[in-house]
């Protein structure tokens, strides 16, 4: 992977303060998830709006949550994940 560009990281910060501000803008698409799904994606919601900003500890947590995720789970996760950058407008 590589570094994230300027422009990558002001669209991250736009969708995270958007999320902020609609704090509940993902619970219909989480909700859609199964159980098990439902508990990593709302820890990748939590880290959104999260007070955090230091983006190495940011960059941390969300690695430690994928690294936490069952193979089993990827593919429904992947799709959700898809859903959520497209409604907050992170880069691809």
Known sequence: MSAPT????????????YLKANPT?????IGQLS?????P???FRD???SAEEDPAKLQALSVSIKNS????LEKEL??????????????A
Request: glycine share 4%; net charge positive.
């Open 25 to 29: 803008l993902l619970d219909a698409s």
């Open 47 to 49: 880290m959104l709006l």
């Open 78 to 91: 992947q799709a959700h994940k898809a859903e959520v950058d497209k409604i907050l407008g992170f880069p």
């Open 6 to 17: 300027p422009e990558m990281i002001e669209k991250f910060k736009a969708g995270r303060a």
């Open 35 to 39: 159980a098990a799904a439902q508990v």
């Open 41 to 43: 994606a709302k820890k």
């Open 69 to 72: 995720i069952p193979v089993h």
